[in-house]
């Protein structure tokens, strides 16, 4: 069974920076691409970075220049690095494995 857990969130002044880890057991990790996501109140979730396999990487427009994706494969880890943080990126951020699996969530909350 594929597990996600998430870890690193909490609360910052805007243009402070977080990083996130997201730890997955069950799976071989090396073969899954992988993903962060993030929900905001009242709003539905979106992408915020995907990483491959061959750590190819992609991001939403509005974090980009701003936030790294990352993956330990000797780990089973993948990171979002997050710099220059805004109000608006406050959410709950969740770890997505290619297989439809999702973990629980951290909060992000990035106060002006």
């Known amino acids: 069974q594929v597990q996600l857990v998430e870890s690193g969130g909490g609360l910052v002044q805007a243009g402070g920076s977080l990083r996130l880890s997201c730890v997955v057991s069950?799976?071989?990790?090396?073969?899954?691409?992988m993903a962060w996501y993030r929900q905001a109140p009242g709003k539905q979730r979106d992408l915020v970075a995907g990483?491959?396999?061959?750590?190819?990487?992609n991001y939403a427009d509005s974090v980009k220049d701003r936030f790294t994706i990352s993956r330990d494969n000797a780990k089973n880890t993948v990171y979002l690095q997050m710099n220059s943080l805004k109000p608006e990126d406050t959410a709950v951020y969740y770890c997505?494995?290619?297989?439809?699996?999702w973990g629980r969530g951290t909060q992000v909350t990035v106060s002006s």
């Open positions: 997505y494995h290619e297989g439809a699996y």
């Open positions: 990483i491959s396999t061959d750590g190819s990487t």
């Open positions: 069950g799976s071989i990790f090396s073969i899954n691409s």
